[in-house]
């Protein structure tokens, strides 16, 4: 696959940069770049479609005396409340695939990433057999998952014309 990384083909949209490709900001380079690799072979996709719910909020009846999240100001009691609860939006969603680009990764990415895992081989509307998860970190990476899911494709068109 002939794949030229493009560079400096960013802007600044609020406080945020974005990448733009196909008329939609994608949120880093290496998510734009999995849209280029995807449509370059045809692939169709869409990007951060859905949101999953992998943990429902939940009533905390405790006392917790802690720090703001930040780490800044007085120790005070932030218990007797509703926690809310943890959702995970995947990058890109297409037949039979979920990709999740992650350059560098956050402290709590990793955790997220179970989670979903876990909610998936727990909700009954997702089959083991239809759904290939792909985690790429760096281009090489992305232009891999490429041809797995054009393998893949090609093997689930063979099955199901037998």
């Not at 009846?61 to 007085?74: I, L, T, V």
């Not at 997220?112 to 760096?138: A, G, R």
């Amino acid at each position: 696959m002939s794949y030229k990384r493009k560079k400096g083909k960013s802007f600044t949209k609020g406080k945020r940069k974005v990448y733009p490709f196909k008329g939609i900001d994608y949120k880093s380079g290496l998510e734009r770049n999995m849209a280029i690799l995807l449509d370059a072979e045809g692939i169709l996709f869409r990007y951060e479609p859905v949101t999953f719910r992998v943990m429902e909020g939940f009533y905390f009846p405790f006392k917790s005396y802690e720090r703001q999240a930040n780490g800044k100001g007085d120790m005070v009691d932030r218990g007797q409340k509703k926690v809310q609860g943890i959702t995970y939006t995947p990058d890109f969603i297409g037949k039979g695939f979920i990709i999740e680009t992650k350059g560098y990764a956050n402290e709590t990415f990793p955790r997220t990433w179970k989670m979903f895992k876990n909610w998936l081989t727990e909700n009954e509307d997702y089959d083991p057999d239809d759904i290939v998860l792909y985690k790429p970190q760096k281009i090489s990476e992305c232009e891999e998952v490429v041809k797995l899911i054009k393998q893949y494709q090609n093997e689930r068109r063979t099955q199901t014309s037998k």
